[in-house]
């Protein structure tokens, strides 16, 4: 009997492999038919929009089922809170008045989001009306893919004006206008980013833990670089290499790709030098972002004096309701850091042969200019908005004060650090190289190449992902 | 003159009453038939196809398809990265394949010879193949988060003295390989022993009594008769493995997040073929899957050769 039982065990498990190998093919193909099968159970419209014809005046909403395209939760439970109209219904789906929302959400983890929207679009003329994609959402990495396109519709298209607009921060609006200037898509967000560094560290190894005098500790790349080397002495680490590389490459001359070849910036090639001297010297590590080894800085026995990061880093990513960590004990302090940079942010487009302008309109004017609805947003979820009164506003009184900030209002900076932004020489490649090139480099940060060899790699792996751009 | 129109009326009615069965062999291979062509034949022909194309995307821009001969083969050849990543596939293949038949036909030898009469047979057997049930990209996680800097392999190693400070698993050509062949050897040693068990246990048993008598040891046993009859199954095991080999792509590509670091030393063929699929460039990843086909058929027909040349 028993023996039977393990034969039978045994059986199971090697039919089990068989299956196993056909998993992924499976799984795969069930995905691409859900997101296919998600907007056809609604009625069929048969009208079509133009809304060339019109600048300002929009057609009337001819559309019923309103198609959102995003990677993540966010947006949708920033509509179901602050867009007053819209009604839940379940998981995927919502109302706004007779319209239905139906939210397409693909995770962009291996491009997937970006894959999926790509095939949205690129059917989008021969789509029915009820599958057109209306709103998707992008990130700044990769904006340009989509914003320089004519499958995203200019604002102004929408009647929506300059003048609507004008609270907003203008590096919000540099990442999405495209090369013949109209402004494509807006942010609720505005997410200037500095250095989040350990209070504790900083009055053991400066004496002070002040965010003036930390930042004047930190006020450029020299400074910097002499202070990464006390605090190395004192047995931290500064930061990780992948840290800094956004403040670098946030603040370069030109873009990566010009006339179809890689060109690499004068300040991306201080990262390189400045980084490989740190490392060698023990103040900085190589760690990948998000990784186990990266996030042990949270916790004071990580030894790590800083992060750079805005502020939806130190709100959600520093760990705070866990015990132990230094977020949890307001430990952390914030300045604006050598330069300044943003990190991150959603920016919403409205899609070329919507059938409902007026809505799209709506949800982009309220989501982003609504100074009621964005100081909401901002006590509600943390977010820093997109509104220079509203952050005005905030660093004016104490309920912008972090406990995990150990008390400090870092709106000011936050303020300060939008303000200063520049983003004129973002490209479409961005995000590609921008990747490929710190995995490159930290081929030459650990000693595994000379830096010829690894912006040799780099060139490498840019021509295989863009194959129309050169490398010599 | 009568009889033999008799004779060949008998034989014309005899064949008309015979029953046909060929027939229902060709209608049980239709699905078989059916199933080749639609999943196999005609992606491998439209590869061979789309290898003649200019055809990619950039961003939202399709460029192509426009016809371009023979210029995919020819960069793919020029720009010397093929022969790299073969070197580096067959490279890890090897590592892992060799302590992984060793191990098989050791495990295989014991478990069916009668003499020993180990116990909890079945067991066993389960719990070496266990190891193939679980994904291979959640076995490569695993391993990710085992070695990482600041993973428990490097604390237990700092803790017993061994380092000083974290050792980069991660960050050294020979220790990235050595993780990969590791893995792909656990994961599939179970497999091959299973084969090699079936092999083994289709030998006739009066051979292994015969020599027993003749007063033979076990190593000559294990030599002389195990081995040799064993040699279809091994050449069946290795071309299988080679194969499989050759399109390794799913530990590599996870434990070194598809980089194939450091400096793409552990990154296999079908690795930088995915690299050519960020930009749907169907034209040069096509032109590799050409001849990633021609030189696995070419490998297949070296070992089928090299390993059945003795018999004869």
Redesign the interface.
């Known amino acids: 009997m028993k023996?039977r039982l393990?034969?039978l065990?045994?059986i199971a498990?090697?039919t089990?492999?068989m299956f196993?190998a056909c998993?992924s093919s499976e799984t795969a193909s069930t995905d691409t038919a859900s997101s296919d099968s998600t907007s056809t159970e609604e009625t069929t419209a048969t009208e079509t929009t133009d809304t060339a014809d019109a600048a300002v005046e929009l057609p009337e909403d001819t559309g019923k089922v309103l198609n959102i395209y995003g990677w993540n939760e966010e947006f949708k439970s920033r509509l179901t809170d602050h867009y007053a109209d819209y009604t839940e219904v379940d998981a995927t789906h919502g109302k706004i008045g007779d319209v239905d929302v139906v939210w397409n959400i693909t995770p962009s983890t291996d491009?997937a989001y970006q894959n999926n929207l790509?095939e949205a679009?690129?059917a989008q003329e021969s789509a029915s009306a009820d599958d057109k994609v209306d709103l998707f959402l992008v990130e700044a990495d990769y904006a340009l893919?989509?914003v320089?396109?004519d499958?995203a519709m200019p604002l102004k298209d929408l009647g929506i004006t300059d003048a609507d607009l004008a609270d907003q921060y203008k590096y919000t609006q540099d990442i999405v206008t495209d090369s013949n200037g109209n402004l494509k898509g807006a942010s609720w967000q505005a997410c200037s980013a500095g250095f989040i560094y350990n209070r504790e560290a900083a009055k053991e190894i400066l004496g002070t833990d002040d965010p003036d005098e930390v930042q004047a500790a930190v006020a450029d790349w020299s400074k910097y670089n002499e202070t990464a080397a006390k605090v190395a002495d004192a047995g931290y680490k500064m930061c990780s290499v992948n840290d800094t590389y956004r403040v670098y490459s946030n603040n370069v001359s030109g873009k990566w790709v010009q006339d179809g070849k890689v060109v690499i910036d004068k300040n991306i090639e201080k990262w390189v030098d400045d980084s490989k001297e740190l490392v060698d010297a023990n103040a900085e590590t190589?760690?990948?972002l998000w990784?186990?080894?990266w996030a042990?800085g949270k916790r004071p026995e990580g030894k790590i004096f800083g992060y750079f990061g805005p502020a939806w880093f130190f709100n959600f990513c520093l760990d705070a309701d866990q015990e132990g960590t230094i977020a949890n004990k307001g430990g952390w302090g914030y300045c604006v850091g050598p330069q300044s940079y943003y990190w991150g942010g959603t920016w919403i487009c409205a899609a070329t042969g919507t059938d409902n302008a007026n809505l799209v309109k709506d949800i982009i004017l309220t989501m982003t200019t609504d100074k009621a609805v964005l100081k909401d947003i901002a006590q509600k979820d943390a977010d820093c908005v997109n509104s220079k009164t509203v952050l005005k506003e905030l660093a004016s009184d104490d309920s912008g004060n972090l406990d995990l900030l150990g008390g400090q209002n870092p709106y000011a900076q936050l303020a300060e650090g939008a303000e200063k932004v520049d983003l004129s020489n973002l490209s479409?490649y961005d995000q590609?190289c921008n990747e490929e090139f710190q995995?490159a480099m930290?081929?030459y940060f650990?000693g595994?190449?000379t830096k010829d060899?690894?912006l040799d790699?780099f060139k490498?792996?840019i021509v295989?992902?863009?194959?129309?751009v050169t490398a010599e | 003159m009568r009889p033999v129109l008799k004779a060949k009326g008998a034989f014309m009615a005899k064949k008309s009453k015979v029953v046909r069965y060929n027939k229902w062999g060709y209608i049980f291979l239709i699905p078989f038939l059916v199933v080749f062509i639609v999943f196999q034949l005609i992606p491998l022909v439209s590869t061979v196809y789309n290898s003649f194309f200019e055809n990619y995307r950039s961003g939202l821009t399709q460029i192509g398809p426009n016809f371009v001969g023979l210029e995919n083969y020819k960069t793919i050849i020029t720009n010397g990265d093929l022969p790299l990543y073969l070197k580096n596939t067959m490279i890890m293949w090897i590592l892992g394949f060799i302590p992984q038949i060793l191990l098989s036909l050791l495990l295989g030898a014991w478990f069916t010879d009668p003499s020993l009469r180990l116990k909890c047979q079945t067991f066993f057997k389960t719990v070496i193949y266990m190891p193939n049930l679980i994904m291979a990209s959640a076995f490569a996680m695993l391993f990710f988060t085992l070695f990482a800097d600041g993973g428990p392999i490097n604390s237990m190693l700092i803790q017993a003295g061994v380092f000083k400070e974290a050792f980069k698993f991660m960050s050294h050509a020979g220790t990235v390989r050595g993780l990969v062949a590791t893995m792909n050897c656990l994961m599939w040693f179970g497999n091959t022993t299973i084969l090699l068990m079936a092999g083994m246990m289709g030998i006739d048993p009066s051979l292994f009594e015969a020599a027993q008598v003749d007063g033979a040891t076990a190593n000559q046993i294990f030599y002389k008769i195990t081995l040799p009859l064993l040699r279809p199954i091994l050449v069946y095991v290795m071309i299988t493995s080679l194969i499989g080999g050759l399109q390794m792509f799913d530990v590599p590509q996870i434990l070194t997040n598809g980089t194939g670091d450091p400096m793409r030393s552990s990154m296999t063929l079908i690795m930088y073929l995915n690299k050519h699929l960020f930009s749907k460039n169907f034209g040069l990843a096509g032109a590799l899957s050409v001849y990633m086909f021609i030189i696995t058929g070419i490998l297949s027909l070296l070992v089928y050769k090299f390993t059945n040349s003795e018999k004869k």
């Not at chain 1, 295989?464 to 129309?468: F, R, S």
Request: net charge negative; hydrophobic share 30%; no cysteine.
């Open positions: 023996k393990v034969s065990l045994a498990t090697m089990a492999t196993a998993g491009n790509d679009l690129l893919k989509y320089d396109t499958y190589t760690d990948d990784g186990d080894d042990k479409a590609g995995k930290k081929n650990q595994n190449a060899e690894a790699m490498k792996a295989e992902k863009y194959p129309d």
